[in-house]
């Protein structure tokens, strides 16, 4: 992974592998955390990110590779030396103690004296608006409310690194994302080095400043949010991160052959051979199309769905049995007088279609 800041480097993994039986969970892989960076491993189900999170935290010792932190070697130091938070999907909180009790767990040993971990549990509760509530237990707190006390118990002792793992997956989707701007604006505030683990893109895109990409134990990308959108590396990538048309093409060059139709490609492109061509939704051209707009393609609506943001047709092109999906405006809608049934001309901008290499 590249940096984005001029920040040094916290935390470098190199060459990590790590098997499980006959199944390779993780496969030689290498990235930098910079400091006070804000990291999404991303990715499916199976696909190595939570085993490389809990390498990273000692709690699982890897087949290879190196890790360190500040150019300090950690590979083989405990867990309880790696100077870590971690939050848990299931929260964590111990039942039996207060929320405070919870909070304070682990500064008894940072000679604060009763009155100074008092004073960091209230400052810590505060910051995540939760004051007042340090007297309560665990079961009379709401899902989002456990996970706000299972953050900044991570956070009390000021570690270096806070480790996430998928914390907010087990919440429903309003608290989910009133969580995770606390969660932004509380890694900010703090400047600690985050790492978190999720399948959810969109969590990712909004959380992270880097998002790497996992999948089969490997890292597929890794870039800003805006990279691993716009340019996916690869036909995953592509698929995994938010929405993306798939066509069968032949390209030669600076164009690519969709059935009967020669579309042009953004200068520089010079595959040759079968390939899957991809444009997102939203990059489909609705206004200001002409029979000769560069890439202009006749199609079909074959489906309007409102979904509230903006309305997705599914566009039959024409002389064939390929379909394309595009995300179009309220207004785009009305202005046009778009509806299921009706032919319609779109465009397919050269600098928005990617390239992949396709079997045969």
Known sequence: MTGLSSKPSYLRVAGIAKSFGDVAALKDVSLSVNEGEFVCFLGPSGCGKTTLLRVIAGLEPQDAGRIERGGRDISSLPA????????FQSYALFPNLTVAGNVAYGLSRRGLGRAGIAARVDELLDMVGLPGIGGRYPAQLSGGQQQRV??????????????????????????????????KALQRRLGVTTIMVTHDQEEALTLADRIAVMNHGAIEQAGTPL????????????????????????????????????????DGTAQSGPVHLCIRP?????????????????ARIETLEFTGPFFRATLR???????????LSANDVSDLTLAAGQPITVVLPPDRLRLYPRET
């Open 227 to 266: 990279e691993i959108y716009r340019r996916p590396a690869s036909r995953f990538v592509a698929d995994f991160v938010g929405v993306m048309n798939v066509l069968d093409a032949t390209a030669d060059g600076g164009t690519a052959r969709v059935g009967a139709r020669t579309l042009r490609l953004s």
């Open 150 to 183: 299972a953050l900044v118990r991570a956070l009390a002792p000021a570690p270096g690194l806070l480790l996430l793992d998928e914390p907010l997956s087990a919440l429903d989707a309003r608290v989910r994302v009133r969580l995770r701007q606390q969660i």
């Open 282 to 298: 939203e990059d489909i051209v609705v206004r200001g199309v002409g029979a000769a707009t560069v890439n202009a393609v006749s």
């Open 80 to 87: 309880a030396q790696r100077d870590f938070g971690i939050v």
């Open 317 to 327: 092109l024409d002389g064939g049995d390929a379909t394309l999906v595009a995300d």
